[in-house]
Nanobody, 122 residues
């Protein structure tokens, strides 16, 4: 499966953005999908994940209560709704997919999309 992340941009602190991860391929509904981010000079960080059915979600403590991950398998798309954004959320955001349970390290993922930049100004 091929992935393409979009929806990033510049927003003020407290604002919202919705990221999309569009997938090609008919088997997308079999994949668990995760969002990761990487800020300059920092390691890649797990943000959120959703199971292939959408029944199970996980969040990093740093975004819990502010971000919501969802998916629409009919549209081959996973979303990340980001509310109450903080300057520390500034990073390049990537989506990734795997048929197995997602490891929060991001290691071993089947597919990665190109990132989308999110910048939160204070």
């Amino acid at each position: 499966v091929q992935l393409q992340a979009s929806g990033g941009g510049l927003v003020q602190a407290g604002g919202s953005l919705r990221l999309s991860c569009a997938a090609s391929g008919r088997a997308f509904s079999r994949y668990n999908v995760g969002w990761f981010r990487q800020a300059p000079g920092k390691e890649r960080e797990f943000v959120a994940s959703i199971s292939w059915s959408g029944d199970n979600t996980r969040y990093a403590d740093s975004v819990k209560g502010r971000f919501t991950i969802s998916r629409d398998n009919a549209r081959n798309t996973v979303y990340l709704q980001m509310n109450s954004l903080k300057p520390e959320d500034t990073a390049v955001y990537y989506c990734a997919a795997d048929v197995h349970t997602i490891d929060i390290s991001g290691d071993g993922m089947d597919s990665w999309g190109k990132g989308t930049q999110v910048t939160v100004s204070s």
